[in-house]
């Protein structure tokens, strides 16, 4: 898995500069600070040495928003990586770290080339292609614990396109083209399964008819 070459929206990097997502703060672990740690990141032994310094993505309300991080220590318990945090010296204070996104910067010209990793300013300003018609274009990326969306401005407004394989299928930088194959109902409403019939009012029935009479 490789560094996550998607930085935060909120972020502007510097010039020659992007935003790596290295790791998700999962849980607390024991009684001491430590955290659990989701790995976003084949280079841990680089990324996570004492000394690291990581930009926080948190909640606004968070007491943590705006702040960094630096790493003590990373330790290994069977087979999972824990971190050690400079002030964080208890649980209590741990547990207000859950679900913290770790970010670091990188010198661009320092990252290798692969397929599928994409900076955000590569795709913002894309055209967004649906069966060879452009229904809009890539506005901003969104980064979310469980998935990253792409935002796609239409003219009917704003669609929130998860930004996976089997829907995005192609990225195309130098076309300037993202190609997506969404399910039915995400850029358009779908029509009623069972529409009433015209000229008849709902729950209408057809009178039985009446049997001739004997004299």
Do not use: C
């Not at 976003?40 to 909640?59: H, I, W």
């Not at 469980?146 to 796609?152: E, K, R």
């Not at 299928?169 to 009433?196: K, R, S």
Request: hydrophobic share 40%; charged share 30%.
């Amino acid at each position: 898995m490789a560094d996550h070459k998607l930085p935060r929206k909120e972020v502007a990097p510097r010039p020659g500069q992007t935003e790596l997502r290295v790791g998700r703060l999962t849980k607390a672990h024991g009684l001491k600070g430590a955290l659990k740690l989701e790995l976003f990141t084949d280079e841990p032994e680089k990324r996570f040495v004492p000394g690291a310094v990581f930009t926080l993505q948190v909640p606004t309300a968070s007491k943590w928003h705006g702040k960094t991080l630096e790493l003590r220590e990373l330790r290994w318990y069977n087979g999972h990586p824990v971190g050690f945090f400079a002030g964080v010296d208890d649980r209590t204070e741990a547990e207000t770290l859950a679900k913290a996104i770790l970010w670091v910067s990188q010198d661009a010209a320092q990252l290798p080339d692969e397929d599928d990793a994409w900076y955000d300013h590569q795709l913002v300003g894309l055209d967004a292609v649906r069966d060879g018609v452009t229904v809009g274009r890539v506005a901003r990326v969104d980064h979310l614990p469980a998935q990253d969306l792409l935002a796609i401005a239409t003219a009917g407004g704003e669609v929130l396109v998860p930004f996976v394989k089997a829907i995005v299928p192609e990225v195309d930088i130098a076309a300037g083209t993202v190609t997506l194959t969404p399910p039915a109902g995400l850029f358009e409403e779908l029509p009623d399964d069972d529409p009433e019939p015209e000229g008849e009012p709902a729950g209408a029935e057809d009178e039985p008819e009446q049997a001739p009479s004997e004299d």
